[in-house]
């Protein structure tokens, strides 16, 4: 994710951390496959405050694709369970699905060291038609996704860190 002018800093500063830097064709193909989230944590830098959305015990899966696509979910464990049609579900129901589950998919290519998702399908319409930026930091079987994105009025900006193991 990245701010409103597309930038997230330097790039020493946004792959702190990266002990392989892979870059280009090299990342892109560690990358391909699927993914098992381990950690989603949000840091508001203006406030100092930190959260976990879903939290510390998440579940997700995301997929990156040889021919160019990816689709990552994720969800808060033992989420409520309601009925499967929607007309005997309550509209709180709804809301409370919506408000414990994330889902996007679309194409997927390298710039550098970062991964750009371009949303074509999304859970959250507000997500529908943009490119999402991650800074990608590899070592081993674990993938750190970065990114930043403002979150108000007065463009302050939320960190995501979003920690993955290979799926074996």
Known sequence: ????DGNAGTDDEAHAGDRTGMQGEQLRGALVG??????WAIAYPATARA???FGADAEGLLI?????????A???RGRARFALSSQQSTADDRATAFGTYMHY?????????DVLHEIRIAMHPG?????????????GDTLELRGDEPYDASGNLRRHHVVWKRAR
């Open 34 to 39: 699927s993914w098992l989230l381990r950690r």
């Open 64 to 72: 990156y694709a040889a021919e160019g696509w990816m689709s990552v």
């Open 105 to 113: 998919a679309g194409r997927w290519h390298i710039e550098g060291r």
């Open 127 to 139: 997500l529908l038609g943009t490119t999402q930026r991650r800074q990608a930091m590899l070592a």
């Open 74 to 76: 994720m969800q808060r």
């Open 1 to 4: 994710m990245t701010g409103a």
């Open 51 to 53: 959260t976990e959305p």
